[in-house]
């Protein structure tokens, strides 16, 4: 069990954040706000992607009539990531942002920032201060470190702060993997605002699965971290999914069932093609199950193993699951117990037949 730091709590429209609110997640489209019907439908693709929020950049006050247009066409929160000038971030709140993204030390003269803050509070919207790498002052620190990235954040924060404004959010980041996460715990020790947590620039695939992983696993296990992004270069939708399944491993978002398997060896029989016996059991878990499961607030656990030693007994706490035996057969078992054997071609229907018949 994860213990989180408890952090004050935000409301972005219908989304609290921190506070003891579940881990959300965020993600941010890739299309200039301008393609008003590309970005609505991109949004509601990451929603369905179990998406809580996203962000969008607004670089003119002309562009919040298009923010307006795509807010009044999701239900989702909308973010605004504003930079530098102070009208730009008035012109989305009024036009229905539930949250802003702003660096307070970027938009100019403290009058500027007040207004900013007037809006915000006039509309019921928090303020994200995020802090990266590139955006730590540069006339006090030559490159980046866990330090420089928290001084830096502090000096916004307490820009809002002296306006009167504390419903705010953190979010630093950098691509380095360790100045990342001792920041995030030392701005943790600092204040208790609530975090969103992330590796800024993690690239792309593999290599950003795996990195992300790394510090949004880190920093949740820690009890840090009250929302998260994946950072993705390219379409969105798979930093979404990335970021769902870390929660969902975490056990920080509800899923209906989880699926295991071993990674094969010698002893799996030939005629078994494990892979797509636990792709097909997914996709039918998914298609047939998610519902009912969902209705019912269960949640189980599937495995899909090579061979008998990896079946039944290293598998005993599935709920249910299949092991590769010899020609052509499976073993069906259910929490470590035996129920039959089965063939290859008929392992998942009656995998499912069992499961089935628990409903």
């Excluded at 965020?26 to 179990?50: A, D, K, V, Y």
């Excluded at 079946?311 to 249910?320: N, Q, T, V």
């Excluded at 020609?327 to 229907?349: H, I, P, Q, Y």
Aim: glycine residues 8%.
């Amino acid at each position: 069990m994860i213990k989180r730091k408890n952090t004050q709590q935000v409301k972005a429209g219908s989304l609290l954040i921190g506070g003891g609110a579940p881990v959300s997640l965020q993600s941010m489209t890739n299309i200039p706000i301008e393609e008003t019907e590309s970005n609505i439908r991109q949004i509601h693709e990451l929603e369905s992607c179990g998406v809580d929020m996203v962000r969008l950049a607004i670089r003119t006050e002309k562009s919040a009539s298009h923010l307006r247009a795509i807010a009044a066409a999701v239900k989702i929160p909308l973010v605004a990531d504003i930079h530098f000038d102070y009208r730009i971030a008035i012109a989305a709140m009024e036009a229905g942002a539930a949250k802003i993204r702003i660096n307070p030390g970027n938009i100019g003269e403290e009058w500027k920032v007040r207004e900013v803050v007037a809006a915000a509070k006039s509309n019921g919207v928090p303020i994200r201060i995020g802090v990266n790498g590139g955006s730590i002052n540069r006339k006090k620190y030559s490159h980046v470190t866990a330090e420089s990235l928290v001084d830096s954040a502090m000096e916004n924060i307490l820009i809002l702060e002296e306006a009167g404004f504390e419903d705010i959010v953190v979010s630093i980041k950098s691509s380095d993997i360790f100045s990342t996460i001792e920041a995030n715990k030392l701005m943790a020790e600092t204040r208790s605002y609530p975090i969103h947590i992330g590796l800024t620039e993690a690239g792309y695939g593999l290599s950003c699965i795996v990195q992300s992983s790394m510090v949004i696993g880190h920093l949740l296990l820690s009890g840090i971290g009250d929302t998260i992004r994946v950072s993705m270069t390219g379409n969105p939708v798979n930093e979404a999914v990335t970021g769902r399944k870390i929660l969902e491993s975490l056990d920080l978002r509800y899923t209906p069932f989880r699926i295991i398997s071993c990674p094969t060896c010698g002893r799996t029989a030939r005629d078994i093609d494990l892979l797509a016996i636990a792709e097909k059991v997914e996709s039918e878990l998914s298609a047939k199950f998610s519902e009912k499961l969902k209705n019912s607030g269960k949640r189980i656990t599937v495995a899909v193993m090579g061979c008998e030693v990896n079946g039944p007994g290293e598998a005993k706490e599935a709920d249910f699951g299949l092991a590769g035996g010899q020609n052509g057969k499976m073993v069906l078992f259910a929490r470590g117990e035996v129920l039959r054997t089965v063939s290859v071609t008929d392992a998942v229907e009656e995998l499912l037949r069992e499961i089935r018949s628990t409903f």
